[in-house]
């Protein structure tokens, strides 16, 4: 019920949208976010948005990349610039009644909906 697209390779200093797509009972959860999972980590929360519009980010991604969703296609975007080597990743998005923002980190308490991923690679 969540599709993710838009991964992809890019050098750094690059740009990325992915995109969400929502469908069933999933686009009207309160809450969507991305996570993403660098291989030997653990998945972090990078953004969200609610219900209402109001977003949250991770301090590592604030004022590079812009989480969005269109309503009336029922997705949700996140705009990535000024891409970093550490930002590779394998990026999920999530929907659920919890927006799970505790502090400055994003935590996946509360999401229930989880799509299967796409690749973010970039390189130095």
């Known amino acids: 019920q969540l599709e993710e697209s838009g991964g992809g390779s890019v050098q750094a200093g690059g740009s990325l949208r992915l995109s969400c797509v929502a469908s069933g009972k999933t686009y009207i959860s309160h809450c969507m976010g991305w996570f993403r999972q660098a291989p030997g980590k653990e998945r972090e929360g990078v953004a969200t948005i609610d219900r209402d519009g109001s977003t949250s980010y991770v301090d590592t991604v604030k004022g590079r990349f812009t989480i969005s969703k269109d309503n009336a296609k029922n997705i949700m975007y996140l705009q990535m610039n000024s891409l970093k080597p550490e930002d590779t990743a394998m990026y999920y998005c999530?929907?659920?009644?919890?927006?799970?923002?505790?502090?400055?980190?994003?935590?996946?308490?509360?999401?229930?909906?989880w799509g299967q991923g796409t690749q973010v690679t970039v390189s130095s």
């Open positions: 999530a929907a659920g009644p919890g927006c799970g923002v505790v502090g400055d980190r994003i935590y996946d308490i509360g999401y229930n909906y």
